[in-house]
């Protein structure tokens, strides 16, 4: 569904490409602004949605994950057991108590309960959120509403420090050691600048693999850049513009060159693999 703020690529059958913002949509009707004053759209023309603006409004907003906690409440003989678990796997407890010699018993009992129920289910800005509460208690104890939150605040802190606990022991167990000895054939390493060895640890590291740096990384030495392959990459700017080769068996003048404020670079498509090679030409500094 097109929606105000979307941006479109129009690509006309004549071969013309347009870029243009989506306005208003008024009963079906899209309403258009382009930056080209030879913007147009030809029958027949494939109209692509390059932005979605609804989309990225949804991916703007904060993002809230609670974990799921049950919450338990029933009494002793001498104490009030409060627990709060989670209700997914790893599930994780805390527990606390509250002496009964410390409560008065409430004086309406359902009410009281029922208050004592919502009161603990408000877990609020914490990590977690009700997902159901069980409390059978007969005694109900009187209880003000900050010393219900305090019951809360100590279930919750509890029960992070556990899960932290469980993480971390999780972690150390799923470990990987760390491998030694290491040993590489010094054969299928390269030994030029695209080692990229720009400071000592970098040779020390390829030291121990059996290899001497030859050339320092390219921002390091005072080798001229020009001419030379500076990134080899999966990612193709032809691919990216609906243009690839491969599927639509365009052609065009090459080379094609990427230009910016510092540098200009040019472009060999490796189609065979899906890759693209980015060659330095020239420094505008």
Not at 15 to 23: L, P
Not at 134 to 146: T, Y
Not at 174 to 202: Q, V
């Amino acid at each position: 569904q097109i929606s105000n703020g979307d941006g479109l690529i129009i690509e006309n059958p004549d071969g013309g490409i347009f870029g243009a913002r989506v306005q208003t949509v008024e009963n079906g009707r899209v309403n258009l602004r382009s930056s080209d004053e030879n913007f147009k759209i030809l029958p027949n023309a494939k109209i692509r949605r390059n932005f979605d603006a609804a989309f990225e409004r949804l991916l703007g907003r904060d993002a809230e994950r609670k974990m799921p906690a049950n919450l338990k409440a029933w009494e002793t003989e001498n104490a009030y057991a409060f627990e709060l678990s989670l209700a997914e796997e790893p599930h994780i407890s805390a527990k606390c108590e509250l002496q009964k010699s410390a409560t008065e018993a409430a004086d309406n009992a359902q009410t009281a309960l029922e208050r004592l129920e919502q009161n603990l289910s408000k877990f609020g800005g914490s990590n977690f959120c009700a997902e159901s509460a069980e409390l059978k208690i007969d005694r109900v104890p009187h209880l003000k509403a900050s010393e219900i939150n305090e019951i809360r605040r100590t279930l919750c802190a509890e029960l992070e420090e556990k899960i932290s606990a469980h993480t971390e022991a999780q972690r150390d167990a799923d470990a990987r050691p760390f491998a030694k000895n290491i040993a590489a054939d010094a054969r299928f390493l390269p030994n030029d600048f695209t080692l990229n060895a720009s400071n000592k640890m970098a040779k020390e590291f390829y030291a121990a693999l059996g290899l001497a740096v030859g050339e320092d990384a390219l921002e390091c030495c005072k080798k001229s850049a020009e001419g030379l392959r500076v990134m080899k990459t999966i990612h193709c700017v032809l691919r990216e513009l609906g243009l690839c080769k491969k599927e639509r068996g365009q052609t065009f003048k090459e080379p094609l060159y990427l230009k910016s404020a510092e540098a200009l670079l040019s472009l060999e498509f490796d189609c065979a693999r899906c890759g693209m090679n980015v060659y330095f030409v020239r420094s505008h500094l």
